[in-house]
């Protein structure tokens, strides 16, 4: 049984920098493409970054591009996501965090939900002064 595990969210002020966590079991990670999404209470869950098997490749989402980097480190079967910057601007950055992996997925560019075989539980990050 595959699973994901989000570590990381919580409070940050505006400005401010997280870093988000996700240790993944059951599977071989080498095989898998992982990804973050977030969703905001009364909202879809939307895309933010993405990384290739190997680590080579990244997406990020035009609303975060340039704040948040996404890494992985396949020794330890992990995915990472850097938030920097963070903002309160129409609550953007407030949301769920999802730790998501595809072992189906040839295309890394902005992947879509349908697109995501594991899903993590969540984690919350709020953005407030």
């Known amino acids: 049984q595959v699973q994901l595990v989000e570590s990381g969210g919580g409070l940050a002020q505006p400005g401010g920098s997280l870093r988000l966590s996700c240790v993944v079991s059951?599977?071989?990670?080498?095989?898998?493409?992982m990804a973050w999404f977030r969703q905001a209470p009364g909202k879809e869950r939307e895309f933010v970054a993405s990384?290739?098997?190997?680590?080579?490749?990244?997406?990020?989402?035009d609303a975060v591009k340039g704040r948040f980097s996404i890494s992985r480190d396949n020794a330890k079967n992990s995915v990472m996501l850097q938030m920097n910057s963070l903002n309160t601007l129409n609550a953007e950055d407030s949301a769920a965090y999802y730790c998501?992996?595809?072992?189906?997925?040839?295309?890394?560019?902005?992947?879509?939900?349908?697109?995501?075989?594991?899903w993590g539980k969540g984690t919350l990050v709020t953005v407030s002064k």
């Open positions: 990384i290739s098997r190997s680590g080579g490749t990244t997406d990020h989402a």
């Open positions: 059951g599977r071989t990670f080498r095989d898998l493409v």
């Open positions: 998501a992996a595809s072992w189906r997925t040839r295309n890394i560019a902005n992947m879509s939900p349908a697109d995501v075989d594991y």
